[in-house]
């Protein structure tokens, strides 16, 4: 399925959604980040979102810490077991910051919730910042990666790609040319600084 964008007049820009999925610009992460009530909650979405792992990935990483080494997360096809997928096992590249997230979501005192209560999160948390929920969810934040990690640095795609787990056709259909501004780009630093 092609990117789709909508406009909004909430003052972030047109959404923009890939297979069907919300991808967040960097000022609505923002914003959703600051309008989650619960420490534990914070660290948890910005582990996924920082990681770019698919939820069950995480979940699984909750359990097995020993995966992250300080400087990448290694998934092994225990860890990945995806059959639709060639990718057998990864390396999950991470930013400093996403490093010391990961370190803060292997000591919260609870693991990440059922898909269905996160993606309840995840819209009420939305309604509070004052985003559009629809089609919020667990797949929000990885998708979201991916598409400020290939806007912001082109000519790491294949790095990309191989830490995502996807892959390049997959990725050439979904993360490239999406309709992200100056100002995405400029906020995407934030973010993603670092990764390389």
């Known amino acids: 399925m092609e990117p789709i964008e909508k406009n909004i007049s909430n003052g972030f820009g047109h959404e923009i959604y890939v297979s069907n999925v919300r991808v967040l610009r960097p000022n609505e992460a923002k914003v959703l980040i600051k309008a989650i ?5 914070v660290t948890k979405f910005e582990a996924l979102l920082y ?7 995480l979940q699984r990483l909750f359990d097995n810490p020993q995966w992250f080494n300080g400087e990448h997360i290694h998934l092994t096809k225990e860890a990945i077991k995806k059959k639709k997928i060639g990718v057998k096992e990864r390396y999950v590249h991470l930013n400093p910051i996403g490093r010391r997230i990961i370190k803060a979501f292997l000591k919260v005192d609870k693991p990440l919730p059922s ?7 995840l819209e009420r948390w939305a309604k509070m910042a004052g985003i559009e929920s629809n089609r919020l969810g667990p797949k929000t934040t990885r998708k ?3 598409c400020w990690l290939v806007h912001y640095y082109p000519t790491l795609t294949p790095q990309i790609f191989l830490s995502q787990g996807h892959d390049t056709l997959t990725a050439l259909k979904h993360y490239v040319n999406l309709p992200f501004n100056k100002e995405d780009k400029e906020s995407m630093g934030e973010f993603v600084g670092g990764w390389e």
């Open 51 to 57: 990681s770019g792992m698919r939820y069950v990935e």
């Open 115 to 121: 898909y269905k209560d996160w993606t309840e999160n």
């Open 144 to 146: 979201t990666w991916e």
């Open 37 to 41: 009530p619960k420490e534990s909650n």
